[in-house]
């Protein structure tokens, strides 16, 4: 019986009626979720029998609800301009598509809860009137969770005027306006009424770098408010430049110079507040144009500060918005050194100098025995001058008149750092002049007396011995020694001048032939000294 009944049905369809419907033809998606409040475009394209040569009038397209009479019921949008829509989308479901085109695009805004449902398509044009039931739109609305976007143009200079935009991605714009307001601590200097648009103009600082800006979205017919919060990322030049310093388990800050001994380790650190973060160089002295820093790093190490150290070590911060730089000066100290005493006999005076070198530039001064001798000081027997130059400090002593024996001369240097002295011993070694008369002549009569023994046995002749005259008695040593040569046949006196005593010596010769000697005997006098460093 089933099969019976189906053949009469079959028969009861209009001939060619199956083709028909098969060139209706709905493309949409079936499905669409938008977040309450928010806009959605749900893309539509359609088919139906159509011929150029009927009617040139453009079809007119409906939505409904699902379920309701498409004869008596309103729908919810249409490009019917006779036909109204219902209340409750009105303004907000919208044919956007192009009629001609066959383009049934749907635009929902500001969607509400309410809105979720069915919905389905009808296409009317002249005779062609025809309802797509077998694909519907299934529209749902979801909680609003979407956060608005803030857009400027990166990056956010310190001191430079920015506009800041807000805005909430899905919103349709031609609906009712959305309800902006900016919160944050970089907006405290700004009119109240400025943040309440979705535009914002800001002049960043560099304390606003890091700081929060929030921008809250209120959508009309919502209860909510969404929002959205950024870290301004504001750049800025080099600021606040310094240098903090280490050294024997030291750490200064804060400060334009320094002093440091000689030898010690010293570590400079150079810190500065950037963005984005500055390129730290050191340089020794001024960084002159396109100079090449001694080091390229925030840290500079000096294991071993020397004298060429002494002077301006300077710090540069650079970025792409400026640059900055900090200078230290570095004193290098050090105690006195070397200390180079020397003597020497000038005429009738005693000649000494004496020299160092030390930062600051040493003190001298003399010491003889131990009495302190005054700088700068002059009298017959004393001449003390002293003179300075850089580090270097220079003194001479000059002493006139007898000296007592074993005398120490001591020059001393020193300053804040140290001290140091060395010393010149001053022996007194005087030999009297009788002992130097003595000496020489003794050495004379002893060549004397050999050249005569080898006379004496050339010749074989006798000796005889006889006392010593004096031919010239009555000169004193200095006009005898200016006397001519003499001739005698007798025995020649030697007379030899100690201590200003004319003395006379007796001896066994023959002469032959005499020149009488004349001998001039000279003394001297010597002094010595051993340095004591």
């Known amino acids: 019986p089933g099969s019976l009944c189906l053949v009469p049905l079959l028969l009861c369809v209009p001939p060619g009626s199956l083709q028909k419907d098969a060139e209706y033809e709905l493309r949409v998606q079936e499905s669409v979720t938008v977040q309450e409040g928010l806009c959605a475009d749900v893309p539509c394209s359609f088919s139906y029998p159509w011929s150029r040569w009927y009617s040139s009038g453009i079809p007119y397209m409906y939505w409904f609800r699902d379920g309701d009479n498409i004869y008596n019921s309103q729908p919810v949008a249409t490009n019917n301009r006779r036909i109204k829509v219902k209340t409750e989308t009105q303004d907000r479901f919208h044919l956007i598509g192009n009629p001609p085109d066959s383009n049934c695009s749907l635009r929902i805004k500001e969607a509400r809860t309410s809105d979720q449902g069915v919905y389905q398509f009808r296409v009317e044009r002249d005779n062609v009137r025809y309802t797509y039931r077998d694909k519907k739109l299934t529209l749902k ?29 899905g919103f349709c714009e031609g609906g009712r306006p959305l309800t902006f307001s900016w919160v944050g601590g970089a907006l405290d200097r700004l009119d109240p009424q400025t943040m309440s648009s979705s535009v914002l103009t800001l002049t960043p600082r560099l304390q606003d770098h890091g700081s929060n800006l929030t921008c809250r979205v209120s959508l009309p017919g ?14 800025y030049a080099p600021q606040n430049l310094t240098i903090s310093i280490f050294f024997t388990l030291k750490i200064l800050e804060n400060t334009s110079s320094i002093l440091i001994q000689k030898s010690w380790a010293l570590q400079l650190l150079c810190a500065a507040d950037s963005n984005p973060p500055a390129e730290l160089s050191w340089f020794q002295g001024s960084p002159a144009l396109n100079a090449t820093p001694i080091y390229r790093s925030p840290i500079l190490d000096l294991p071993q500060v020397g004298v060429s150290e002494q002077g301006d070590f300077t710090c540069r911060a650079q ?11 570095l004193s290098v100290v050090y105690p006195p050194w070397p200390l180079s005493p020397s003597c020497s006999w000038e005429g009738e005076a005693l000649q000494c100098t004496c020299s160092s ?24 027997s004393l001449t003390v001058t002293s003179s300075s130059e850089g580090p270097w400090a220079n003194s001479s002593l000059s002493l006139r ?13 020193w300053n804040a750092h140290g001290k140091q002295s060395a010393t010149v011993l001053l022996e007194s070694s005087h030999v009297s002049w009788s002992d130097v008369y003595l000496f020489i002549c003794k050495g004379f009569i002893y060549l004397f007396m050999r050249d005569t023994q080898r006379e004496r046995q050339r010749h074989r002749q006798r000796e005889k011995q006889a006392p010593c005259r004096e031919p010239h008695a009555g000169l004193d040593p200095t006009t005898l020694a200016s006397q001519p040569k003499l001739k005698a046949a ?44």
């Open 490 to 533: 007798a025995q020649p006196l030697t007379r030899v001048a100690l201590n200003g005593v004319i003395q006379n010596t007796l001896f066994m010769a023959k002469l032959l032939s005499w020149e009488q000697a004349l001998f001039t005997c000279t003394y001297s006098f010597y002094l010595q000294y051993d340095k004591q460093l």
């Open 141 to 169: 609305v979801a909680a609003l969770t979407q956060k608005p976007d803030i857009h400027f143009l990166e990056p956010l200079r310190s001191g430079f005027p920015q506009n800041l935009t807000c805005s909430l991605p």
């Open 222 to 235: 919502a209860q909510s408010t969404v929002e959205r919060t950024i870290r301004l990322n504001v750049s």
């Open 401 to 413: 008149g007898p000296l007592g024996s074993g005398l120490r001369l001591s020059c001393e240097a």
């Open 319 to 329: 970025n792409s918005l400026g640059s900055q730089h900090v200078s230290l000066h």
């Open 357 to 380: 070198h030390a930062r600051p530039a040493p003190t001298l001064r003399w010491r003889l025995g131990e009495g302190l001798l005054e700088r700068n000081h002059s009298n017959a």
